[in-house]
């Protein structure tokens, strides 16, 4: 037989095997694209599923599921839509009891469940509730009328200073010599 032809078969095996292994080891990708990433509570979210495997729609699952979280990650809700060729639409209804705050919108299919959670899609939704707004203690510093700050970067001595509602800094040398000063 001629060497070139054994050449040829070898290389488009080699090819075949590896297009094989590398369409097998694929996960399943979900993308949810929402109508909005900030609502009120008792809206509506709106969303449209693409479920990939590689580059082409997926066929391998038929149920979408769509978890709703708090900030704290407890699940709120969670929705089961039809796949139907890599594609899923639906709404999910915030619930009017909800605090203001930042929760997350979770979106997989059971054959994701057989591989690792980070390939899970999340999308964080801001939720605005004007009744029960989000109550964040802040301690508030009173700053000293005087106060000073400084210190040496690379040989650079830097100093600022507050004292009386104006602001004066001082850049030197380590040497001492006065590279330049400003107030206001």
Same mark, same amino acid.
């Given at each position: ?33 929402? #109508? ?30 769509? #978890? ?10 969670? #929705? ?35 591989? #690792? ?68």
């Amino acid at each position: 037989m001629n060497p070139k032809y054994h050449l040829l078969k070898s290389a488009i095996l080699l090819c075949l095997s590896f297009a094989m292994i590398t369409t097998h080891g694929q996960n399943e990708r979900v993308y949810l694209h929402v #109508d909005k990433y900030s609502c009120r509570v008792a809206d509506t979210l709106w969303f449209k599923a693409y479920i990939s495997k590689g580059a082409l729609p997926s066929s391998l699952s038929t149920n979408l599921y769509v #978890d709703l979280f708090t900030p704290k990650g407890i699940p709120l809700s969670r #929705d089961v839509f039809p796949i139907f060729q890599g594609i899923s639409i639906g709404q999910i209804k915030v619930p009017d009891s909800l605090v203001t705050g930042n929760y997350f919108l979770r979106a997989f299919t059971r054959f994701q469940l057989n591989y #690792d959670t980070t390939d899970f899609f999340n999308v964080p939704i801001m939720v605005y509730n004007k009744e029960r707004p989000y109550i964040s203690h802040h301690m508030k510093q009173a700053p000293s009328l005087n106060q000073t700050t400084s210190g040496i970067i690379k040989g650079i001595l830097w100093t600022t200073s507050l004292s009386g509602g104006q602001i004066s800094s001082l850049l030197a040398i380590d040497s001492g010599e006065v590279m330049g000063t400003c107030s206001w």
